[in-house]
Nanobody
C-alpha cells in the first residue's frame, strides 16, 4: 500500500521554525520526485518546494526561497522541509506528494497538480502574528 504521511506541523510564532517530515512507503522512493504543496483557507493549492529523484535538483517557490530547505534521506524514505523565519502567510495545510517522473515540473507550475501520483493527507502549520 502506498503511503505518504506528513508530520511536524503545529503552532509557531512569527519568526519561528518548524521541520516537516514526509514518510514514504509502498513505492520505489528513490525514483520519485517529492514535492511539498500548501493550501491556506480560502486559497488555491500552491507548490512550495520539491526535490528531484536524484536529490541533486531542488525547487523553491519565490515566497519561501531563502527561508525553507528541502532534503531527502533515501535510507529512511523520508523527505524533510525545514522552515525558518516563518510568517503568518505561511499558515496552511502542507501536503507532500510524489511524482514518478522524478522531476519537479508539477511543483514548479509547469504541469497540473494531477501530475502528482501520490498524496499525503496533510499537516497543519499555523503561524501566529
Amino acid at each position: 500500500e502506498v503511503q505518504l504521511v506528513e508530520s511536524g506541523g503545529g503552532l509557531v510564532q512569527t519568526g519561528g521554525s518548524l521541520r516537516l517530515s514526509c514518510a514514504a512507503s509502498g513505492f520505489t522512493f528513490d525514483a520519485y520526485a517529492i514535492g511539498w504543496f500548501r493550501q491556506a483557507p480560502g486559497k488555491e493549492r500552491e507548490g512550495v518546494s520539491c526535490i528531484g529523484s536524484s536529490g541533486g535538483s531542488t525547487y523553491y517557490a519565490d515566497s519561501v526561497k531563502g527561508r525553507f530547505t528541502i532534503s531527502r534521506d533515501s535510507a529512511k524514505n523520508m523527505v524533510y522541509l525545514e522552515m525558518n523565519s516563518l510568517k503568518p502567510e505561511d499558515t496552511a495545510v502542507y501536503y507532500c506528494a510524489a511524482d514518478w517522473t522524478g522531476l519537479c515540473t508539477v511543483v514548479a507550475g509547469i504541469k497540473p497538480f494531477r501530475g502528482m501520483d501520490y498524496w499525503g493527507k496533510g499537516t497543519l502549520v499555523t503561524v501566529s502574528s
